[in-house]
């Protein structure tokens, strides 16, 4: 089956720091990933779709220029958490649709990111 | 808008039978799905339904009906793994996905 990776699993990081978190297709190509936030005993939140070669599309309300999304190649996307503080510490989820595939997205492993 | 509601927590006993409903009223429908999600975990993929009526896949079913804005997914013989939160997720015409807020299924002995 498809696979997706992030990278890391899990940060710390200092308040006003940035951190970068990958996003991989491991067996398939992926013109379009998607990111997530979640924070605890809530549901997923749609942040940006990610299109291969072109600028990310922002859900209202998410800070494009704290969110740096970056989609250069057709199996990896990056979000930048730029200028980190303690109420972005949450858990990051990317996806990827698969695109020769039906329907499915699928879901990285997630990153934990806590902002000290 | 998106709007999509699934009730919060759910127990039953080991063995048993859950269903679980999730209404939505969206902008656009391109299907929907179910998801599972254990604690400090990325969802699973359980089920996709677009066109109404039932899709079977092992101990678990999903059905959908398109004009009522309505599908639920059954969980039988219930096991203990089964604990954890199932996630309904309309995806609309740009494959965006929109989570309702996920019922906790706790499975007891």
């Known amino acids: 089956g498809a696979v997706v990776s992030q990278h890391p699993s899990r940060v710390i990081c200092k308040s006003g720091t940035s951190v970068k978190i990958e996003c991989r297709s491991l067996d398939f190509q992926a013109t379009t990933m998607f990111w997530y936030r979640q924070f605890p005993k809530q549901s997923l939140m749609l942040m940006a779709t990610s299109n291969e070669g072109s600028k990310a599309t922002y859900e209202q309300g998410v800070e494009k220029d704290k969110f740096l999304i970056n989609h250069a190649s057709l199996t990896l996307s990056t979000l930048t958490v730029t200028s980190a503080h303690p109420e972005d510490s949450s858990f990051y989820i990317c996806?990827?649709?698969?695109?020769?595939?039906?329907?499915?997205?699928?879901f990285g492993p997630g990153t934990r990111l806590t902002v000290t | 808008g998106q709007n999509i509601d699934q009730p919060t927590e759910m127990t039953a006993t080991e063995g048993a039978i859950v269903q679980i409903n999730c209404t939505y009223q969206t902008s656009g429908f391109n299907g929907l799905f179910w998801y599972q999600q254990h604690a400090g975990e990325a969802p699973t993929f359980l089920s996709y339904?677009?066109?109404?009526g039932l899709e079977e896949k092992g101990r678990f079913s999903s059905f959908l009906s398109r004009s009522k804005g309505y599908s639920y997914l059954l969980l039988k013989e219930l096991q203990m793994k089964d604990s954890a939160s199932y996630l309904c997720?309309?995806?609309?015409?740009?494959?965006?996905?929109?989570f309702g807020a996920g019922t906790t299924v706790t499975v007891r002995a």
């Open positions: 997720a309309v995806r609309d015409g740009d494959y965006k996905l929109s």
């Open positions: 996806s990827a649709r698969d695109s020769g595939g039906l329907y499915e997205q699928y």
């Open positions: 339904n677009v066109l109404d």
